[in-house]
Nanobody
Framework: QVQLVESGGGLVQAGDSLRLSCAAS????????MAWFRQAPGKEREFVGV??????SYADSVKGRFTLSRDNAKNTMYLQMNSLKPEDTAVYYC??????????????????WGQGTQVTVSS
């Protein structure tokens, strides 16, 4: 059983920075992909970024502003968000893939999800 818990969200102004954390417990694999998704009110869940042991990919909307990283010793994934924009406002979810060889941006591929943390960026 894998459990994911997000933290670090909050209310900030445009241009500010936040760092989100996703702490994992249970059995995880260092080569399994972990990803961030977000969902704004009235919107579909949107891919943000994914990191595996080998590569990192980002959505075009956050590329150059957001950075994903993993600390396997702490079993934690981070999302550093800089130059935040009002359109970044959403609930941010971390997710983990149970397949250690898969690398995908599709939310349906991820088995484990956290409860989400709210990020609100004012104009």
């Amino acid at each position: 059983q894998v459990q994911l818990v997000e933290s670090g969200g909050g209310l900030v102004q445009a241009g500010d920075s936040l760092r989100l954390s996703c702490a994992a417990s249970g059995r995880t694999f260092s080569r399994s992909a972990m990803a961030w998704f977000r969902q704004a009110p009235g919107k579909e869940r949107e891919f943000v970024g994914v990191v595996s042991y080998l590569s990192t990919s980002y959505a075009d909307s956050v590329k150059g502003r957001f950075t994903l990283s993993r600390d396997n010793a702490k079993n934690t994934m981070y999302l550093q968000m800089n130059s935040l924009k009002p359109e970044d406002t959403a609930v941010y979810y971390c997710a983990a893939d149970r397949d250690p060889y898969r690398y995908t941006i599709l939310s349906t591929a991820y088995e484990y999800w956290g409860q989400g943390t709210q990020v609100t960026v004012s104009s």
